[in-house]
């Protein structure tokens, strides 16, 4: 293997090279205040994940240090997100019980499953596949699951139990216990909730009237949740509120991330299958939407079958030490990126952060109360929901703003591997419906010029015994008979008509179901008395084409141009007439 290959399965041989002190000085000051704002977020997910605290800070080492050996992103930083900690505690709870040994290995298995297909994705370049979830759906996944996860968390806000995957079932059991709220609880909770909210929009511009730089201040507004963390946590030790009936975190492992193994169980194996699938793909939209925005701003590139790799490798490691299913966060990596994060390495610095906070930091937390962590999670998610893309699909495109509803609805109705399946499946119904009616549009040309648009657009010159007919779609299966509706519909318009031109300038492709379209069209005009021509035909279609019996069998020509065709059929005695447009 040569050095190239190997650097495009290693991308770090690429950048490791060119590595210097001014990148190191870089990557170390995002490393610290990564590391800063990853400690909460870990214990944070961990706790929404259904898993011990520690797993989510274990779940951030091992993964970060491999995604820096085979992901290509300078910025984007793994570990735990908001989503599909939600699509993990959803996932694994169908399974086993939480707070169980079975839950954890469970957890261990779905990161294992994730891991597996995203290495087999990127291995046999599939990162296409991920395209057919659209945006709008993803949009409407993550603001449903942002719902969702919100609500899940008031529990802990309110200090009661509530179970459920759905928001019904979780709004009922809610009220249901709404008796047994912890009035001190529900304080904690609501305060810390409510600082966090001001610390996202109100710290860094009352830090900066302090007199602090732009960098410090930043910095500063970083820290706020740790800031919660200690204050709540110093409130719970000082008053013991904890005989009180506030939850806390309690005992946490002090050490390095142990060597775990995930279940190879067929029946686990069998029941964690699809959730893990559905997992991988919403990590991998997720990250290399991050990546690709991150790295334009540096005019950096992205190659997303490394990057599957890159996540792959990340979920592996999780399996492998306490964790459970990883990929590239959103606000993470934009910090990362702001604050300075040169390389990968800058992930590896992180990691490092996380080994001394396992190694020194965990005793601290014991009186943390979980309605802090509930607290981080809620104010972060809900930044994810966004209802306005419901909005603009209306104005857009009825067809996705049905897609979008339909994902919000089912993922909160029936939960998220609902709604993430209901979001692809959406996705490739709205694909297939719009090329299934491609648009079509018969044409004349523009007076003195040699272009041709649509008679319902524009003035423009067509002869009665021509149909021009512009086809602005690759013609296959579920169009095809489309194409036959739609040029009889046109030709019926046509008593005098003698002579059809398809121009081909937008036909990438043609498969046999269109072929045979096209030579049923062929022989129908032919028993009218009609000619079929075709112009604008690209080289790979016209290469298929000659692959068939299609062109002996055609009764007219093949035209470079329309121009071409126009000029070729054009009776000068018939003359021409002018469209009048019925559109502005």
């Not at 779940?59 to 599909?84: D, E």
């Not at 139990?161 to 059991?173: F, M, P, R, V």
């Not at 396992?358 to 929901?385: E, N, Y």
Request: aromatic content about 8%.
């Amino acid at each position: 293997m040569t050095r190239s290959s190997l650097s495009r399965y290693l991308p770090i041989l690429d950048w490791g090279r060119r590595y210097d002190r001014a990148t190191f000085t870089g990557d170390m000051v995002a490393a610290v205040i990564v590391t800063v704002m990853l400690i909460p977020q870990s214990l944070a997910y961990a706790l929404l994940a259904g898993m011990p605290p520690e797993a989510g800070i274990y779940a951030s080492i091992a993964p970060i240090v491999l995604y820096a050996i085979f992901g290509t992103s300078r910025a984007l930083a793994v570990g735990p997100v908001a989503v599909v900690s939600l699509m993990t505690a959803a996932a694994v709870g169908n399974v086993a019980d939480s707070g169980t040994a079975g839950y954890v290995v469970a957890a261990l298995t779905l990161a294992f499953l994730s891991g597996v297909m995203l290495l087999a994705l990127g291995v046999f370049r599939l990162g296409f596949l991920a395209n057919f979830l659209s945006h709008p759906v993803i949009a409407g996944f993550i603001t449903a699951s942002g719902i969702l996860i919100a609500a899940s968390q008031l529990r802990h806000i309110l200090g009661i139990d509530a179970q459920g995957h759905t928001l019904l079932e979780l709004l009922s059991t809610l009220f249901a216990n709404l008796g047994d709220t912890n009035p001190i609880t529900l304080v904690i909770g609501v305060l810390a909730t409510g600082f966090l909210f001001w610390v996202r929009r109100g710290l860094k511009p009352a830090l900066r009237r302090l007199s602090l730089g732009p960098t410090l201040a930043d910095i500063g507004a970083k820290t706020g949740p740790i800031l919660a963390i200690v204050a709540t946590t110093l409130a719970v030790w000082a008053f013991d509120l904890g005989a009180r009936g506030v939850a806390i975190v309690g005992d946490v492992p002090q050490g390095l991330p142990p060597l775990t193994l995930p279940s190879f169980s067929p029946a686990l194996v069998s029941d964690l299958l699809v959730p893990a699938l559905l997992i991988s793909i919403i990590g991998f939209v997720e990250s290399i939407s991050v990546a690709q925005t991150l790295a334009a701003k540096k005019r950096q590139r992205i190659d997303p079958d490394q990057e599957l790799i890159g996540l792959g490798a990340a979920n592996l490691g999780a399996a492998f030490t306490g964790g459970f299913p990883v990929t590239g966060g959103f606000s993470r990596s934009v910090v990362n990126s702001d604050a300075g994060a040169e390389t990968p390495a800058a992930g590896a610095f992180t990691a490092v952060g996380l080994v001394l906070a396992a190694l020194f930091l965990t005793p601290l937390i014991f009186f943390l109360p979980k309605a802090t962590l509930a607290a981080t999670i809620i104010v972060a998610v809900l930044s994810l929901v966004d209802f306005s893309v419901l909005k603009r699909a209306w104005a857009f495109s009825r067809a996705d703003f049905a897609a979008v509803s339909v994902t919000i609805a089912l993922t909160l109705l029936f939960g998220v591997e609902a709604g993430v399946t209901a979001g692809v499946v959406t996705s490739i119904l709205v694909h297939l419906y719009k090329t299934s009616r491609p648009h079509m549009a018969v044409v004349g040309r523009v007076p003195g010029t040699e272009h041709f648009r649509n008679v319902r657009r524009h003035a423009v010159e067509t002869q009665p015994h021509v149909l021009s007919l512009r086809v602005d779609e690759s013609l296959y299966f579920p169009n095809a008979r489309f194409l036959e509706d739609q040029l009889s519909a046109f030709a019926a318009d046509k008593p005098d008509l003698t002579d059809v031109v398809l121009m081909f300038p937008a036909v990438n492709e043609i498969d046999l179901s269109a072929l045979e379209s096209l030579e049923a069209i062929n022989t129908r005009l032919q028993d009218a008395g009609i000619r079929l021509h075709l112009s604008e035909v690209k080289g790979p279609v016209m290469d298929r084409l000659k692959r068939s019996h299609f062109l002996d069998a055609l009764t007219g020509d093949i035209f470079l141009s329309q121009h071409d065709a126009v000029c070729a059929l054009a009776r000068p005695e018939q003359g021409t007439a002018l469209s009048r447009p019925d559109q502005p």
